[in-house]
């Protein structure tokens, strides 16, 4: 299946497709200089089968985890595009899951102000929602995705067969996002959820996120509106995150409870606890609202937060610090 993301002269095709690994070359050009970016946790075999397909192919493995996404890593991945001779007609490629895109989608915008990278997202997060859109970044300190640029890739290559290494953790926070989407977005989709959890018909979700995601970004690329309502759950799932530690996906779940109606909640919490992700949250209310006020969305002391009051839509309302602990207090304590 191929899903297109019509951004005019930016205009790229999302491919899903089981086994499109073992062909990338067909859907990719690599008949250059190819930087493949990887990391530790991600099986070297998925690396390895783009490498193995590239006319000259320079591989980096990085650390795993999210605290590689820093400016040190950034530096160090420009250095090499350097070292190894890349040119603006060379690209690179990402393997692995969002960390691994965001930030060698970002040496791919800065190097030469800008080489061609395409995007093999490896976590079920990063297939349904961080490899589309253009969105690249780095965290500095405790701030998260702080410095960055859009910068659309050229392909995206979902191949789900991947999913099967993937920890039943990671793969439920991938479910967190889907699950965002359909509340918002997809009315039929949340109940098909609701009916028979994720996994039993995942390349439908998979696609469907995409193409929801595919929709929004088409419509306002650079955030300025609507693309905003893909952070719903997301202002106080970014305090939770940063006082917990927690993984994003279970985060942005535990987000999205209060953000919905009380007659929704019951219906949303179970379907979270079918996925195997969390919906109680015991954490400070006073450092984790500080801590959503502080993420870069927040202007002049309020946030927009996205609210459903019915499946399959949403809506904007402003919110200051008050507003959001007395949420979180009502949801959760
Ligand atoms: N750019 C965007 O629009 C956007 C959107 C949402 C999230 N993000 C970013 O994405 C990041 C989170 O992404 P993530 O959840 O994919 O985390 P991640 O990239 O850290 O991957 C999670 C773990 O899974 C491992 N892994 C990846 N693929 C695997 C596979 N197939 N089998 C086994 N293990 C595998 C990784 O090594 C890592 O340890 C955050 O930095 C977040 O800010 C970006």
Known sequence: ?????????????????????????????????????????????????????AREAVLVVLPEGEQTKTLESFGNLCQKLLDEGFTRKDCVVAVGGGVVGDLAGFAAACYMRGIDFYNVPTTLLAQVDSSVGGKTAVDLGSVKNIVGAFHQPKAVLIDPDVLKTLSPRQFACGAAEIIKMAMTFDKAQFEKIQREGVAADLDYHIARAVAIKAGVVEQDEKESGPRKALNFGHTLGHGIESVTGMLHGECVALGMLPMCTLDLRPTLAEMLRKEGLPTECRADSAAVTAAAMHDKKAEAGSVVTVRVNKTGSFEFVKADAEDMRKLYEECFW
Do not use: H
């Open 1 to 53: 299946m191929q899903i297109p993301v019509n951004l005019e002269k930016d205009s790229y095709n999302v491919i899903i497709e089981r086994g499109a690994l073992a062909k990338a070359e067909e859907i990719f050009n690599l008949d250059r200089k190819v930087l493949v970016v990887t990391d530790s946790g991600v099986p070297a075999e998925y690396a390895a089968k783009i490498a193995g397909k």
